[in-house]
C-alpha cells in the first residue's frame, strides 16, 4: 500500500507515495475508494474515460479525486483502477485517463466514510529523488 490515512481533527487525511506523478494519482484512488468502502471488493466491470485540465498539479489532483467523488455521488461507480497519462498543456496540466470499477452494491459494498469533497487544506504534492508525494485532506 503506498498511502497511508493520517489523524485530523474533523476530516479524514491521507498520505499518498508514489514513484511518478501518474502513479500518485492512481494511489490516491485506491486511497479515496478504500477511504469508502473495502477498496479489494470492488471489480472492475465499468470503464469511463475521463479528461481534465487544471492550472497546477496541485489543482490536478484535487480536481481528480473531485471527479471520482462526483461519479460516486452521481453514478454510483466505485473505482479500482486507473491508467493516466499527464502533459504539460498550455501553461497548465492535462489529464487523460481510463478508470475502471463497478456500481456500488449496498450488499457487498459496505461504506466505510462518505466524502463530501476533496480539499485544498493542507494540500501538498511534492517530488524528490525518492519520487512523489502528496498530501490531502476529505471533506467528511
Not at 53 to 68: K, M
Amino acid at each position: 500500500m503506498a498511502y497511508r490515512f493520517i489523524e485530523h481533527t474533523a476530516d479524514m487525511g491521507v498520505e499518498v507515495e508514489a514513484a511518478s506523478f501518474e502513479e500518485l494519482l492512481s494511489e490516491s484512488l485506491l486511497a479515496l475508494t478504500d477511504s469508502l468502502t473495502e477498496v479489494g471488493e470492488v471489480g472492475a466491470e465499468v470503464e469511463r474515460q475521463v479528461e481534465l485540465r487544471a492550472p497546477s498539479r496541485e489543482d490536478l489532483l484535487v480536481d481528480w479525486l473531485n471527479e471520482l467523488v462526483y461519479l460516486f455521488e452521481t453514478e454510483s461507480v466505485l473505482f479500482r483502477l486507473a491508467e493516466v497519462g499527464v502533459e504539460e498543456e498550455g501553461g497548465g496540466w492535462l489529464l487523460r485517463g481510463t478508470l475502471r470499477g463497478e456500481r456500488y452494491d449496498p450488499a457487498r459494498h459496505r461504506i466505510k466514510t462518505l466524502i463530501k469533497a476533496v480539499t485544498y487544506h493542507q494540500l501538498q504534492v511534492t517530488s524528490s529523488s525518492r519520487g512523489w508525494q502528496a498530501r490531502v485532506i476529505f471533506d467528511i
